[in-house]
């Protein structure tokens, strides 16, 4: 199975900030990387695929880069809202793997 | 609207068994494949098991195989995991959701439905 791993596992940034996740595959997942935000008590919601598409809906600060094992979430300037936890998936193949999660708290 | 409800969950045993549900409206069920997905609480997310449109293929995660069965109802709308032997470890919330296999991606997911394994 592929091993997903991010970090860093928590964070601490204030509204307006620029911030960084990173995820890293065990192997080449060529560019079948899948972000997912989920808020406590909620379900994960989709927010980038395929490593950089942005899902319908979602807003433009959140993108999504990288190719083989290293990709990135950024969310441009954080807002309120997008206080949560975010999870990496590789899509490129079975079992589709999560990461551990990033956790994005208020400082 | 795309909706997927789960139900089913409650406390069980060590040793039991339990048989979770998602029904889903909103889409033609028969076209999409579908997951189960479960998160411990305090954890992060596990896929567990995933079914084809067509029945033809099924996948578990090795920590439920042999333990848990997925299947389908296309007329029904419906998605069912049967859970046997179920374990302390097993407790989580578990979600169901559906595989856009053209993305890749678990597009739609429900609620969750709570499974708690407890003496």
């Known amino acids: 199975d592929i091993q997903m791993t991010q970090s860093p596992s928590s964070l601490s940034a204030s509204v307006g900030d620029r911030v960084t996740i990173t995820c890293r595959a065990s192997?080449?997942?060529?560019?079948?990387l899948n972000w997912y935000q989920q808020k406590p008590g909620k379900a994960p919601k989709l927010l980038i695929y395929?490593?950089?598409s942005l899902q319908s809906g979602v807003p433009s600060r959140f993108s999504g880069s990288g190719s083989g094992t290293d990709f990135t979430l950024t969310i441009s300037s954080l807002q309120p809202e997008d206080f949560a936890t975010y999870y990496c998936?590789?899509?490129?193949?079975?079992?589709?793997?999560f990461g551990p999660g990033t956790k994005v708290d208020i400082k | 609207e795309v909706q997927l409800v789960e139900s089913g969950g409650g406390l069980v045993q060590p040793g039991g068994s339990l048989r979770l549900s998602c029904a889903v409206s909103?889409?033609?069920?028969?076209?999409?494949?579908m997951n189960w997905v479960r998160q411990a609480p305090g954890k992060g997310l596990e896929w567990i098991s995933y079914?084809?449109?067509?029945?033809?293929?099924?996948y578990y995660a090795d920590s439920v195989k042999g333990r848990f069965t997925i299947s389908r109802d296309n007329a029904k709308n419906s998605l069912y995991l049967q859970m046997n032997s179920l374990r302390a470890e097993d407790t989580a919330v578990y979600y169901c959701?559906?595989?856009?296999?053209?993305?890749?991606?678990?597009?739609?997911w429900g609620q969750g439905t709570l499974v708690t394994v407890s003496s």
């Open positions: 959701a559906r595989d856009d296999f053209s993305r890749r991606v678990f597009d739609y």
């Open positions: 909103g889409f033609t069920f028969s076209s999409y494949e």
């Open positions: 079914i084809s449109s067509s029945f033809n293929t099924i």
């Open positions: 192997q080449s997942i060529s560019i079948y």
């Open positions: 395929v490593a950089s």
């Open positions: 998936q590789q899509s490129y193949n079975s079992p589709r793997t």
